[in-house]
């Protein structure tokens, strides 16, 4: 058993570590080691497109983070106040479908209903779409976890809802709402698939980039820009955890 | 109205109308748009037209009329199955040895399960591009025990070996959590008890620990084999030209063809298929945990 576990383990990081290790090697091609070079991490700052790419991402990664994190935030703290039979079933199961099914039923509404171009809007849209369950579970674990007479007692003090919430419920899940917003922008980031169905021509976020460059051309400038990428939301990722726990339950996708 | 009412509504109301507007509307949309006839120039034609509803079957009738559709269900049923299983078998022995390292351990050898899981999806589809290069050290070293056996080197790369590979990569965390979140839950007690019954290894972990584990099992199922069933990304980067699923085929209506009444109908049989899958799921584990 340790043995399989270990080489199940090895499986895990034998090609990432791969992918690194070639971003540094002095060749155009995979294959052979020829030396140490930085030099496709000079190409990936001079690239233009790339660098808009990571630009849009990030914008798009910002803009999707805030806004499902008080959606998400809502959700949550309905979800976990209220009886609600709709809600979670709306939240959650945009988080559980295949992906491609919400790109492209997207895609079909904002050309054909809304008739809006395809491109930062759209994405943006989309990105909240599935970040707003992610956010919304964190938040109604936290407050699972918590004693409700505290809720009880602000009211009793005479407390409105708005009090209650600004000076008692959202101070206490504050590092769950950090939490979420810092998952948001992960798999904003990281998202391939709807934004693949909702970007249209115009626009290319980082991951949108990659593809194109796996398909048309592997050059190594695609394991810098791994390497990099790779590096920002493992980053992320260990920060969002240190605010909340349940996000390495939660990050699964 | 009075206030408690006001802020529920206020609390749950805005959520609610995005999930509305941008999930369940667009969902509607895509049932709708299966049933009525493609555009000229793609796309949709007009709903109404020449003073009547253009609403149809075709896209249904089509889809049961040339067996190609329904062989790439079944091929991504298959694919997604034997995902499945090798993700069990991957998972398994890594979430019982977590089970069984001291505790301070076990968080970090979840984490270290996880963590490959921050990196870019593409990026990790990517890097079995180059393990199975034709260039690389793996099929070199494959490759020559093939050709030492008499046969015709095997291309590694664009192939359902490679589909299969990617597919277990992208999907295998999704097993392990919930298996070791079931088996976390096993009292060890039960182990030493069928051990002083006499019970060798071998019997130990199939008349208790694996009955014990299968809503983990099933749990971990729905996780990878649902996924699997709608991924297009991972057979068009690793898979050759004849290595296309439902995802693919789906892809191809909205962004290649331009048929979209064929692509929500494809859309509408997976979603059927994920529902059905979702329901199974769900029963097994039920009924599995009425036995433990």
Same mark, same amino acid.
């Given at each position: 058993?340790?043995?399989?576990?270990?080489?199940?383990?090895?499986? !895990?990081?034998?090609?990432?570590?791969?992918?690194?290790?070639?971003?540094?090697?002095?060749?155009?091609?995979?294959?052979?080691?020829?030396?140490?070079?930085?030099?496709?991490?000079?190409?990936?700052?001079?690239?233009?497109?790339?660098?808009?790419?990571?630009?849009?991402?990030?914008?798009?990664?910002?803009?999707?983070?805030?806004?499902?994190?008080?959606?998400?935030?809502?959700?949550?703290?309905?979800? #976990?106040?209220?009886?609600?039979?709709? !809600?979670?079933?709306?939240?959650?199961?945009?988080?559980?479908?295949?992906?491609?099914?919400?790109?492209?039923?997207?895609? !079909?509404?904002?050309?054909?209903?809304? #008739?809006?171009?395809?491109?930062?809007?759209?994405?943006?849209?989309?990105?909240?779409?599935?970040?707003?369950?992610?956010?919304?579970?964190?938040?109604?674990?936290?407050?699972?976890?918590?004693?409700?007479?505290?809720?009880?007692?602000?009211?009793?003090?005479?407390?409105?809802?708005?009090?209650?919430?600004?000076?008692?419920?959202?101070?206490?899940?504050?590092?769950?709402?950090?939490?979420?917003?810092?998952?948001?922008?992960?798999?904003?980031?990281?998202?391939?698939?709807?934004?693949?169905?909702?970007?249209?021509?115009?626009?290319?976020?980082?991951?949108?980039?990659?593809?194109?460059?796996?398909?048309?051309?592997?050059?190594?400038?695609?394991?810098?820009?791994?390497?990099?990428?790779?590096?920002?939301?493992?980053?992320?990722?260990?920060?969002?955890?240190?605010?909340?726990?349940?996000?390495?339950?939660?990050?699964?996708? | 109205?009075?206030?408690?009412?006001?802020?529920?509504?206020?609390?749950?109301?805005?959520?609610?109308?995005?999930?509305?507007?941008?999930?369940?509307?667009?969902?509607?949309?895509?049932? +709708?748009?299966?049933?009525?006839?493609?555009?000229?120039?793609?796309?949709?034609?007009?709903?109404?037209?020449?003073?009547?509803? *253009?609403?149809?079957?075709?896209?249904? *009738?089509?889809?049961?009329?040339?067996?190609?559709?329904?062989?790439?269900?079944?091929?991504?049923?298959?694919?997604?199955?034997?995902?499945?299983?090798?993700?069990?078998?991957?998972?398994?022995?890594?979430?019982?040895?977590?089970?069984?390292?001291?505790?301070?351990?076990?968080?970090?050898?979840?984490?270290?399960?996880?963590?490959?899981?921050?990196? =870019?999806?593409?990026?990790?589809?990517?890097?079995?591009?180059?393990?199975?290069?034709?260039?690389?050290?793996?099929?070199? @070293?494959?490759?020559?025990?093939?050709?030492?056996?008499?046969?015709?080197?095997?291309?590694?790369?664009?192939?359902?070996?490679? +589909?299969?590979?990617?597919?277990?990569?992208?999907?295998? /965390?999704?097993?392990?959590?919930?298996?070791?979140?079931?088996?976390?839950?096993?009292?060890?007690?039960?182990?030493?008890?069928? *051990?002083?019954?006499?019970? =060798?290894?071998?019997?130990?972990?199939?008349?208790?620990?694996?009955?014990?584990?299968? /809503?983990?099992?099933?749990?971990?199922?729905?996780? +990878?084999?649902?996924?699997?069933?709608?991924?297009?990304?991972? /057979?068009?980067?690793?898979?050759?030209?004849?290595?296309?699923?439902?995802? =693919?085929?789906?892809?191809?209506?909205?962004?290649?063809?331009?048929?979209?009444?064929?692509?929500?109908?494809?859309?509408?049989?997976?979603?059927?298929? +994920?529902?059905?899958?979702?329901?199974? @799921?769900?029963?097994?584990?039920?009924?599995?945990?009425?036995?433990?």
């Amino acid at each position: 058993m340790w043995f399989a576990a270990l080489l199940v383990y090895l499986f !895990l990081y034998l090609p990432l570590t791969v992918v690194v290790i070639y971003s540094f090697n002095d060749s155009r091609l995979n294959a052979e080691w020829v030396g140490f070079t930085w030099r496709w991490y000079e190409v990936l700052f001079q690239d233009e497109e790339m660098i808009q790419a990571a630009v849009n991402s990030i914008l798009i990664a910002l803009g999707a983070s805030l806004i499902a994190t008080m959606l998400g935030t809502m959700a949550g703290i309905a979800m #976990h106040r209220y009886k609600l039979k709709a !809600l979670p079933f709306l939240v959650i199961t945009p988080v559980a479908m295949p992906e491609i099914l919400l790109g492209v039923s997207l895609l !079909l509404f904002f050309i054909q209903v809304l #008739h809006l171009t395809l491109g930062l809007l759209s994405v943006l849209i989309a990105h909240i779409t599935f970040c707003v369950g992610f956010v919304a579970i964190v938040i109604r674990a936290r407050l699972a976890g918590m004693d409700e007479s505290i809720f009880e007692a602000a009211r009793d003090l005479g407390a409105t809802p708005w009090q209650t919430f600004r000076l008692v419920t959202l101070p206490l899940i504050m590092p769950a709402v950090i939490a979420g917003a810092l998952m948001s922008f992960t798999l904003s980031i990281d998202d391939f698939v709807i934004t693949f169905f909702t970007a249209g021509v115009g626009v290319s976020t980082l991951p949108l980039q990659i593809y194109s460059m796996i398909k048309i051309a592997v050059t190594p400038e695609v394991n810098a820009v791994s390497t990099l990428l790779m590096l920002l939301t493992l980053g992320m990722i260990l920060l969002a955890a240190r605010f909340d726990k349940t996000v390495l339950r939660g990050e699964t996708r | 109205m009075n206030k408690e009412k006001l802020t529920r509504w206020l609390v749950s109301g805005p959520p609610f109308l995005f999930m509305v507007v941008f999930f369940v509307l667009p969902a509607l949309i895509m049932v +709708v748009a299966s049933f009525r006839f493609p555009g000229e120039h793609g796309g949709l034609a007009p709903m109404f037209e020449n003073s009547s509803w *253009q609403f149809t079957l075709e896209t249904y *009738q089509f889809f049961f009329s040339d067996f190609i559709y329904t062989e790439i269900f079944l091929k991504s049923f298959l694919i997604a199955g034997l995902t499945t299983v090798i993700c069990i078998a991957m998972a398994y022995p890594v979430a019982l040895l977590i089970t069984r390292v001291p505790k301070r351990f076990r968080d970090v050898m979840i984490l270290l399960v996880v963590l490959p899981f921050a990196s =870019n999806f593409l990026i990790r589809v990517y890097a079995w591009m180059i393990i199975l290069g034709p260039q690389s050290a793996f099929s070199v @070293a494959i490759n020559s025990v093939v050709t030492a056996f008499g046969f015709e080197p095997v291309p590694l790369l664009f192939s359902p070996f490679a +589909v299969i590979v990617g597919m277990v990569y992208v999907h295998l /965390p999704f097993m392990v959590l919930p298996l070791y979140t079931n088996l976390e839950k096993h009292d060890p007690i039960l182990l030493d008890a069928a *051990q002083d019954l006499g019970a =060798n290894a071998w019997r130990r972990f199939w008349k208790v620990t694996w009955p014990l584990s299968l /809503p983990g099992v099933y749990a971990g199922s729905a996780l +990878v084999f649902i996924p699997v069933l709608g991924m297009f990304a991972v /057979p068009d980067i690793l898979g050759g030209t004849g290595d296309i699923l439902i995802g =693919n085929l789906i892809k191809e209506q909205f962004l290649g063809t331009r048929d979209w009444p064929f692509g929500s109908t494809l859309s509408i049989m997976l979603t059927l298929a +994920v529902l059905a899958i979702a329901a199974l @799921a769900m029963r097994f584990s039920r009924k599995s945990l009425s036995y433990a």
